[in-house]
């Protein structure tokens, strides 16, 4: 599901964001959440099959690590992603890696750790993508930012 990776881009200090598909990927992190605590920006809500989300438990953890929820925060259950995949939708998946990337800019960004495209779970596959979609806008920014996966 998740594995860390360094990038080689020297990028270790600065503000942080983290990327992730459903609540609970934070919990591989919990070292590096207290340390840079990161803004960040949860694609679903985590309620899968059953239709509950995680996301409560997901900001009690993040508020005892000092990191922050960011402003894309659970606004989709996985249900509605999975539906606009096999619906096609791209102005959805554009629409929120455009909101993404004004939120990385606004919140002037060094550096996003996010989920890794693993070719099992379309989610986290698509949280890979626009992480990689905004990585690239960032010289509109001012610079570039450094990705790593998780």
Same mark, same amino acid.
């Given at each position: 599901?998740? &594995?860390?990776?360094? #990038? /080689? =881009?020297?990028? $270790? *200090?600065? +503000?942080?964001?983290?990327?992730?598909?459903?609540?609970?990927?934070?919990?591989?992190?919990?070292?590096?959440?207290?340390?840079?605590?990161?803004?960040?920006?949860?694609?679903?809500?985590?309620?899968?099959?059953?239709? &509950?989300?995680?996301? #409560? /438990? =997901?900001?009690? $953890? *993040?508020? +005892?690590?000092?990191?922050?929820?960011?402003?894309?925060?659970?606004?989709?259950?996985?249900?509605?992603?999975?539906?606009?995949?096999?619906?096609?939708?791209?102005?959805?998946?554009?629409?929120?890696?455009?909101?993404?990337?004004?939120?990385?800019?606004?919140?002037?960004?060094?550096?996003?750790?996010?989920?890794?495209?693993?070719?099992?779970?379309?989610?986290?596959?698509?949280?890979?993508?626009?992480?990689?979609?905004?990585?690239?806008?960032?010289?509109?920014?001012?610079?570039?930012?450094?990705?790593?996966?998780?």
């Amino acid at each position: 599901m998740l &594995r860390t990776s360094h #990038h /080689s =881009t020297g990028a $270790t *200090l600065g +503000r942080a964001a983290l990327i992730v598909a459903h609540p609970g990927h934070e919990l591989n992190l919990m070292g590096w959440l207290t340390m840079s605590q990161p803004s960040v920006f949860v694609m679903t809500d985590g309620s899968g099959q059953l239709g &509950r989300s995680r996301l #409560h /438990s =997901t900001t009690k $953890t *993040l508020l +005892r690590s000092g990191a922050r929820p960011g402003p894309m925060y659970g606004h989709l259950s996985d249900q509605e992603v999975y539906e606009a995949m096999l619906d096609q939708d791209v102005d959805l998946f554009v629409r929120l890696t455009v909101e993404l990337a004004e939120s990385l800019c606004l919140d002037d960004v060094d550096y996003v750790v996010g989920d890794s495209a693993e070719g099992y779970n379309p989610t986290h596959d698509f949280c890979r993508t626009i992480i990689g979609e905004p990585s690239s806008s960032r010289p509109a920014c001012g610079g570039r930012w450094a990705t790593t996966s998780t």
